[in-house]
T-cell receptor, first 113, second 113 residues
Framework: QQQVKQSPQSLIVQKGGISIINCAYENTAFDYFPWYQQFPGKGPALLIAIRPDVSEKKEGRFTISFNKSAKQFSLHIMDSQPGDSATYFCAASRMDSNYQLIWGAGTKLIIKP | KAGVTQTPRYLIKTRGQQVTLSCSPISGHRSVSWYQQTPGQGLQFLFEYFSETQRNKGNFPGRFSGRQFSNSRSEMNVSTLELGDSALYLC????????????FGSGTRLTVV
């Protein structure tokens, strides 16, 4: 019940296309869903996050879509650029577990020029 | 505002030795978490310290230990190193109480030979 399942494991998208990464969870007590971006040799960096009281959050070219009933959330990268090539992690957290993050397995995204 | 600082950045150790890694969190952050990252294994949670107390612990053997000092700086120790301990060790800090999300350091790349 603590798991967060992320797919796909890897993704290749043409420059200018839309990259979509999906995550699913079981525990309905989760109340915070962040996405992290990691470049080689660096630690993950918070990209965008959402709470379950909203269905969508957009920051620039990055959008989180959240479906509470399906217990799924996804990251959409519009107009994908080669600089977006990185590994993306979804995660989930809840207040009564001291906000400890439960991580997805990661998606390696490659944007082809 | 300085980020999370991890030292050293790279380390090569021999099997059987022990190693200590250091993490200085963002000023004012009281929670420090440690993760092990290996190719194909994603982010594996080691432990979390908050105000010098271990608050959460992952499923790692007792060879992995940590501590946090009164200034919130944290150290992680691995004794009797094994080849499989070769990984990127990441430290993340957060303000702790009532807040979500972590800020990661760039990690320490440990190679065991």
């Amino acid at each position: 019940q603590q798991q967060v399942k992320q797919s796909p494991q890897s993704l290749i998208v043409q420059k200018g296309g839309i990259s979509i990464i999906n995550c699913a969870y079981e525990n309905t007590a989760f109340d915070y869903f962040p996405w992290y971006q990691q470049f080689p040799g660096k630690g993950p960096a918070l990209l965008i996050a959402i709470r379950p009281d909203v269905s969508e959050k957009k920051e620039g070219r990055f959008t989180i879509s959240f479906n509470k009933s399906a217990k799924q959330f996804s990251l959409h990268i519009m107009d994908s650029q080669p600089g977006d090539s990185a590994t993306y992690f979804c995660a989930a957290s809840r207040m009564d577990s001291n906000y400890q993050l439960i991580w997805g397995a990661g998606t390696k995204l490659i944007i082809k020029p | 505002k300085a980020g999370v600082t991890q030292t050293p950045r790279y380390l090569i150790k021999t099997r059987g030795q022990q190693v200590t890694l250091s993490c200085s969190p963002i000023s004012g952050h009281r929670s420090v978490s440690w993760y092990q990252q290996t190719p194909g294994q994603g982010l594996q949670f080691l432990f979390e310290y908050f105000s010098e107390t271990q608050r959460n612990k992952g499923n790692f053997p007792g060879r992995f230990s940590g501590r946090q000092f009164s200034n919130s700086r944290s150290e992680m120790n691995v004794s009797t190193l094994e080849l499989g301990d070769s990984a990127l060790y990441l430290c993340a800090s957060s303000a702790g109480q009532g807040t979500y999300g972590y800020t990661f350091g760039s990690g320490t790349r440990l190679t065991v030979v």
